[in-house]
């Protein structure tokens, strides 16, 4: 009964990409939702990124670097500095969910640079129960991670960077029942691996640049929520991005960037039963997948048809996300910004657009991101993002002309 309710839960206060396979032969679609634990991992938490419809692999760097891409950290201007970011996460469904974090980064090196991150995933108020008969308990479900990350400059305009990551899930949110515990939280540690390379453009009326990025993020132990049994633990989302941009001078002062990047989560689908599949044959796939490794998870995510029927090139291109993002900036103090995020019908239809603003002074960063979906009925519309950054330099800089004055 423990494992029904811990996988029942995971179902559904996890945020799942559903896939739905179709035969071309049939009309009929075939679900098979790739289910993943600790979900929250995949929400963008800053309002940059958000606000170019959740691109972030191989922008400019920026202070919220370490979730898009770690090894940005290593060209980025400035001796530290540290951003809190809030998102009230799916208010058209819940009032109650949110999501916290907070990053910083410091330059030890002209070439090396340090940084970590915290993000804190309220799931808000559940109420469950063992059977039918049992008055309902109110549990708050929460989920957390704290990572750090090195990244180096390897060679010129190229980097790298890793990173580590704990993570803790706790479904009952600390909750008990007749003295037991109704659920056991979960953990894991996984791991970043991240490249980018940028290169300048030099326009006769204004300078540029072009970038390119991946992150292979989050890879590492299944989050066990139960005694040990496979069937009670979960994925974690592992996941692969591809990041590219150009960003072009009008002027000296003002500038366009166009930003792309591809998503594919590193995860097989669960196995459904395919047309003349016997049931045995399908509890094997079953067993296999409840007992498959995350390493050999991410590679069959490539090539696996939850039905069993033959590899299909197309639908495994339609299990790509893809988001292109817009950011024009004037003296890099005041930007705005576009983006759209598309994922296909068969992967669970999130098609929004996105809008953004920011500010950046000598010593704070206010960033601010706002979702409208395309799609009907989509549990993201009207979702806000909202950054504040404090720059490390600025703050010295104040900090020594406010020491001055009291001088003179």
């Not at 839960?9 to 634990?37: R, S, Y």
């Not at 958000?50 to 972030?56: A, E, F, I, N």
């Not at 930003?259 to 599949?277: F, H, S, T, W, Y």
């Not at 009925?377 to 020594?400: E, I, W, Y």
């Amino acid at each position: 009964m423990k494992n029904k309710i811990t996988i029942a839960l995971v179902a559904l206060i996890t945020l799942p990409l559903g896939v739905l396979a179709q035969n071309d032969e049939t009309p009929v679609e075939v679900f098979a939702p790739i289910t993943t634990g600790v979900s929250f991992l995949t929400v963008a938490p800053d309002a940059r990124g958000g606000g170019m419809g959740d691109v972030g692999g191989a922008t400019t760097p920026d202070e919220n670097s370490q979730y898009w891409n770690p090894s940005k950290y290593a060209f980025i201007n400035g001796v530290g500095g540290a951003t809190v970011s809030y998102v009230p996460w799916l208010r058209k469904i819940v009032s109650d969910i949110d999501l916290v974090s907070a990053s910083g980064f410091y330059k030890i090196k002209d070439v090396q640079t340090v940084a970590m991150s915290f993000r804190f995933f309220s799931i808000g108020k559940v109420l469950v129960k063992k059977s039918a008969d049992d008055t309902p308990l109110e549990v708050k479900p929460y989920d957390l991670a704290l990572d750090a990350s090195y990244s180096r400059i390897l060679a010129k305009g190229f980097s790298m960077g890793v990173a580590l990551r704990f993570i803790w899930s706790d479904l009952s949110g600390g909750s008990t029942v007749h003295d037991e515990q109704y659920l056991t939280p979960g953990w894991s540690i996984a791991a970043d691996i991240s490249g980018f390379y940028t290169k300048d453009v030099n326009f006769a009326w204004g300078k540029g640049c072009g970038s390119f990025g991946f992150n292979i993020s989050n890879i590492g132990k299944k989050i066990d929520y139960g005694n040990g049994d496979s069937r009670s633990s979960a994925f974690i989302p592992a996941n692969l991005r591809l990041g590219g941009s150009f960003k072009m001078p009008f002027d000296q002062y003002n500038h366009l960037s166009l930003n792309v990047d591809i998503n594919k989560l590193l995860v097989p689908a669960r196995p459904v039963q395919g047309e003349g599949e016997t049931q045995e044959e399908y509890t094997a796939r079953l067993n296999e997948y409840y007992d498959m490794d995350p390493i050999t998870g991410i590679f069959r995510s490539f090539a696996d048809m939850p039905d069993n029927s033959k590899f299909d090139f197309g639908y495994k291109i339609k299990q790509l996300n893809f988001s292109i993002g817009l950011e024009y900036d004037y003296k890099n103090m005041f930007l705005a910004r576009i983006g759209y995020y598309n994922e296909s019908k068969l992967n669970g239809n999130r098609k929004y657009v996105t809008f953004g603003a920011g500010f950046r002074l000598n010593v704070v960063v206010l960033d601010v991101a706002y979702v409208l979906s395309v799609a009907k009925n989509n549990p993201l519309d009207q979702t806000l993002r909202f950054t504040l950054g404090f720059n490390m330099a600025g703050l010295k800089k104040l900090a020594s002309n406010d020491r001055n004055e009291e001088g003179l």
